[in-house]
Nanobody, 125 residues
Framework: QALLVESGGGLVQAGDSLTLSCVAS????????MGWFRQGPGKEREFVAA????????HYADSARGRFTISRDNAKNTVYLQMNSLKPEDTAVYYC??????????????????WGQGTQVTVSS
């Protein structure tokens, strides 16, 4: 059974950068689409970014495009989210998720099969 563990969250100032990591267990990891979602205080969980198993295709939410970069290193069973120019609106718990279905990169969190415990990102003004 797949297990995902996020790390790298913390408290930063607006304009700073932060990189999140997600380490996955399971032999099928390299065949899964991987995604990042977030949930801010009082808000619903929302899509941030997704990446195909090969890393050749990516998709970003409008709020993330141009500032965030998703990448993966399958040899290390790790997915990354590089976040630049952080804003207070980015404050949220960030979750790593795995989609075993593959195919098109999906933005609906309910369609993902495995989830990490989340890591808190707080951006101060």
């Amino acid at each position: 059974q797949a297990l995902l563990v996020e790390s790298g969250g913390g408290l930063v100032q607006a304009g700073d950068s932060l990189t999140l990591s997600c380490v996955a267990s399971g032999r099928a990891f390299s065949g899964y689409t991987m995604g990042w979602f977030r949930q801010g205080p009082g808000k619903e969980r929302e899509f941030v970014a997704a990446i195909s198993w090969s890393g050749g295709s990516t998709h970003y939410a409008d709020s993330a495009r141009g500032r965030f970069t998703i990448s993966r290193d399958n040899a290390k069973n790790t997915v990354y989210l590089q976040m630049n120019s952080l804003k207070p609106e980015d404050t949220a718990v960030y979750y790593c998720a795995a989609d075993a279905t593959g195919g098109a990169l999906r933005v609906t969190w309910r369609l993902y099969d495995y989830w990490g415990q989340g890591t808190q990102v707080t951006v101060s003004s």
